[in-house]
């Protein structure tokens, strides 16, 4: 990745602005999102600017750019249309180790402004890296019109009720079941149609169903040819709720990026074609886990006396071309 995604805590956000035009006017409404802890520093603002200022009373340094102003500051933006100025506003910021963005000038940012679909507290940042702005755009404009607007009451009553589920649901893969089927069933579509009442009261009443603990099981995923596209839908489902992969370097290492980010990972030096590490997968399936076993190809493994032997649930999933 030539940027790491990153989100920052706006309630610790300092930020400055520098410039007071329209651009500038576009970076504080952005700005103004999140926090209203934000600094102006232009001699002469134009009407835009000078709205947000008075109507978020937001600090105002009524001179051009001078040295000396950002040293507790935290995020800089260069918001003018003189090069002079950015380049000592980045190497000021530079020399403070301060974040800055310099409109239109990604070789001068320690950082780039993404694009963002808002359903608060929901929030999706997309970035092209700069390399393509009208992809990006028509990207935007696809996830746009798929996301419902009320998708941020489902994450508000997901936090409102996640300490009730966390203390009757034990197991982290049990949890992530009930939530899919809560937020995709009846309770979802009842919290997106702003019926919340009710779907509160079906999320108790399902909360008193005695649930099971979890049961290990291992799924064995031959790729085929190994290219992510090609994933089928069953498999992908599978390495969402992994909670342990074992791969060979004969596996697209591109496919990992499809397993759930905090299941344990475990790449063997071993190719699977020599020798598959049953013992190792068998353990942590009776201790509950869903392990996912990705092979490269589609040669069928030979029989193991122990993985025969168990009672783990077991599965083979042919996925890709």
């Known amino acids: 990745m030539k940027y790491f995604p990153i989100f920052l805590d706006a309630r610790k956000i300092n930020a400055i602005v520098i410039g007071g035009g329209d651009v500038a006017a576009r970076k ?11 600094t102006v520093m232009s001699n002469d603002v134009c009407p835009s600017v000078m709205q947000l200022i008075k109507q978020h009373q937001l600090s105002w340094l009524t001179h051009q750019y001078k040295e000396g102003f950002l040293s507790d500051k935290n995020l800089v933006i260069a918001a003018t249309n003189n090069n002079q100025v950015n380049q000592a506003v980045c ?16 070789n001068l940012c320690s950082y780039i402004t993404p694009a963002i679909i808002d359903r608060s507290p929901i929030l999706i940042a997309m ?18 019109k798929t996301l419902p607007h009320g998708y941020g009451r489902l994450a508000e009553f997901s936090l409102k009720f996640r300490d009730h589920v966390k203390a009757r649901i034990k197991g982290l893969r049990n949890r992530r079941t009930f939530w899919e089927n809560t937020l995709r069933g009846n309770i979802g579509q009842a919290i997106l149609s702003g019926n919340t009442t009710q779907a509160e009261q079906q999320l108790i009443h399902s909360l008193k169903v005695k649930i099971s603990p979890p049961e290990g099981e291992i799924v064995f995923i031959h790729t ?9 839908l069953h498999a992908h489902r ?18 990992i990026e499809y397993i759930r980010r905090d299941a344990d990972k475990y790449p063997q030096k071993t190719l699977s074609t020599i020798m598959v590490n049953y013992q190792h997968a068998i353990e942590l399936a009776e201790k509950g886990q869903k392990v996912i076993y990705l092979l490269a190809g589609c040669t069928f493994l030979p029989q193991n006396a122990s993985l ?3 009672e783990i649930n077991k599965k083979i999933i042919i996925s890709g071309a």
């Open 308 to 310: 025969s032997n168990s």
């Open 28 to 38: 504080i409404e952005l700005l103004l999102k999140s926090t209203s802890k934000i």
């Open 91 to 106: 190497e000021e910021a530079t020399q403070l180790k301060l974040l800055i963005n310099v409109v239109d000038q990604p």
């Open 224 to 232: 085929q040819d190994g290219n992510p596209d090609h994933l089928t």
């Open 127 to 144: 970035s092209s890296s700069g390399s393509a702005p009208i992809l990006l755009r028509m990207l935007r404009e696809q996830i746009e």
């Open 238 to 255: 599978e390495m969402q709720f992994a909670d342990a992969v074992f791969y060979d370097n004969d596996v697209n290492s591109e496919l």
